[in-house]
């Protein structure tokens, strides 16, 4: 079991930053590849970005690139996302998902997901 908390959503105007929290638990964290997905009402939950065990790999949606950095810090059991230059098609809620496979992108390969956190951007 790996459980995970994000914080750090809210409101933010466009143009605006955020950054998330993922906190995970247990001492497996550092074995798993983790990702950040989001969801909007009424659309299928989509992959944003993801990062290796050791941080050495990344990789982003195009929705995103440029914008987004996904990070880690395996000591504190934490990962992280920095959103940047926020425009209201980001307005989601956004969930954190561990993964022991190399298919990122894809909601099904995640074994664990957090209770998400809402990030909206208002024009």
């Known amino acids: 079991q790996v459980p995970l908390v994000e914080s750090g959503g809210g409101l933010v105007q466009a143009g605006g930053s955020l950054r998330l929290s993922c906190a995970a638990s247990g001492r497996t964290f550092s074995s798993y590849a983790m990702g950040w997905f989001r969801q909007a009402p009424g659309k299928e939950r989509e992959f944003v970005a993801a990062?290796?065990?050791?941080?050495?790999?990344?990789l982003y949606a195009d929705s995103v690139k440029g914008r987004f950095t996904i990070s880690r810090d395996n000591a504190k059991n934490t990962m992280y996302l920095q959103m940047n230059s926020l425009n209201p098609e980001d307005t989601a809620v956004y969930y954190c998902?561990?993964?022991?496979?190399?298919?990122?992108?894809?909601?099904?390969?995640?074994?664990?997901w957090g209770q998400g956190t809402q990030v909206t951007v208002s024009s």
């Open positions: 990062i290796s065990w050791s941080g050495s790999s990344t």
């Open positions: 998902a561990a993964t022991s496979t190399g298919r990122w992108t894809l909601v099904y390969e995640y074994d664990y």
